[in-house]
Nanobody, 124 residues
Framework: QVQLVESGGGLVQAGGSLRLSCAAS????????MAWFRQAPGKSREFVGS????????YYSDSVNGRFTISRDNAKNTVYLQMNNLKPEDTAVYYC?????????????????WGKGTLVTVSS
């Protein structure tokens, strides 16, 4: 069992930066595939980025590639999402997600555990 709590959301101007954190509880965190998803108002939840257990393999959606960076600290049971050059279209609730085992996580259907989300609002 893994419990996830996100933090770090807020209001930022376009071009600014934010760092989201996801604190995980549970002994399986270090072996879990971790990811961030987001859901904008009126839209379906979409993949943002994911990272394998070692942190050596990362994947990003085309819309954030080059602007966002996902990382993890297994000693702190925490995964991060550094968001740079934010755009108004990045406005959404951002969710931390975990998948048991080592297979890649890039789809909503592949998630085993969800956090409750943190709101990011980017003003123009």
């Amino acid at each position: 069992q893994v419990q996830l709590v996100e933090s770090g959301g807020g209001l930022v101007q376009a071009g600014g930066s934010l760092r989201l954190s996801c604190a995980a509880s549970g002994r399986s965190f270090s072996s879990s595939y971790m990811a961030w998803f987001r859901q904008a108002p009126g839209k379906s939840r979409e993949f943002v980025g994911s990272i394998n257990w070692s942190g050596l393999n990362t994947y990003y959606s085309d819309s954030v590639n080059g602007r966002f960076t996902i990382s993890r600290d297994n000693a702190k049971n925490t995964v991060y999402l550094q968001m740079n050059n934010l755009k108004p279209e990045d406005t959404a609730v951002y969710y931390c997600a975990a998948k048991r085992g080592g297979s890649i996580l890039t789809t909503v259907g592949g998630v085993d555990y969800w956090g409750k989300g943190t709101l990011v609002t980017v003003s123009s």
